[in-house]
Structure formats: structure tokens, C-alpha cells
């Protein structure tokens, strides 16, 4: 439960250093490329060979694996529907923090449920969310 909606003393705090910064520095534009599917389908292989290939072009990224944050951030959830709705939840700002600092930042999880997805692209407000869907696919 968050109490910040209902706190009247939690104030953004703005740095002289911005997102534009860092960008510039880093040369790139953050981002999320947000890559979803069933268990098996992929999602982590591809996500790690992106990280590689970006690392290979000079750009910094970060892959948050849903497996991996299930080991912290999210180990407090199970599996029921209103669970995930908060892995996605939480996975999202995480996300978001990474774009923001001016990350590559790509996210592999299982996110069965399109609203999630969307209230994670709404997250950034400047649309930078990418979401690829793997099927598997039967030879």
C-alpha cells in the first residue's frame, strides 16, 4: 500500500542535472524496449543478446529480467492476478529510472496483461517504450 497519495508533505525533487544531460553525455536516448511472452518463448535470451549488441555499439543498457527482480525487488509477490499487476507496476518505474538516466533500459518478464503494459508506456512521458511480443513458434 502507498501512502504518498495520501501524504500532503512529498514533494518531487528537481536536480540542475536533467535527463537531456545525461543523454547528451551518454550520447544516447533513453529509452525502454519492453520484451513480454510466455515462459520459454525467449524473452531473456534475446534480451541479453540486445544488451550485448548495444554494449558491442557503445551504448550503455540494462536488461531487468523478470526472474531476476523476482529474487528482490518483486520477491514479495506471488503469482495471482492483482501480484502481477504490481510486478509490471514496479518493474515499470524501475524502468523508467533507468530511461530517465539516460539507459537503454530493456525488460524481460512475463506481462500477460495489456493494461500493465500500458500503464508502463504511460510511465514515459515522452513515448520512449518499445514492446515486442515473442510466440513460440512449432516446427
Known amino acids: 500500500m502507498s501512502t504518498v497519495t495520501n501524504s500532503t508533505n512529498i514533494f518531487w525533487q528537481e536536480c540542475q542535472i536533467g535527463k537531456l544531460d545525461r543523454q547528451k553525455l551518454l550520447n544516447q536516448k533513453g529509452c525502454v524496449v519492453w520484451i513480454t511472452g510466455l515462459s ?6 534475446l534480451a541479453c543478446s540486445l544488451g550485448r549488441e548495444l554494449h558491442s ?18 520477491k514479495d509477490l506471488g503469482f495471482k492476478p492483482e501480484d502481477r499487476t504490481e ?24 506481462s500477460p496483461y495489456r ?25
Open 115 to 139: 493494461r500493465d503494459r500500458d500503464a508502463c508506456r504511460a510511465m514515459l512521458s515522452d513515448g520512449n517504450f518499445i514492446e515486442e511480443s515473442l510466440h513460440l513458434a512449432f516446427f
Open 57 to 74: 555499439r557503445g551504448k550503455l543498457s540494462y536488461v531487468l529480467d523478470g526472474d531476476n527482480l523476482r529474487h528482490g525487488i518483486n
Open 40 to 45: 520459454g518463448s525467449g524473452k531473456s535470451t
Open 87 to 110: 510486478n509490471i507496476r514496479r518493474t515499470g518505474e524501475v524502468a523508467k529510472l533507468f530511461a530517465d538516466a539516460g539507459l537503454i533500459c530493456v525488460a524481460s518478464l512475463i
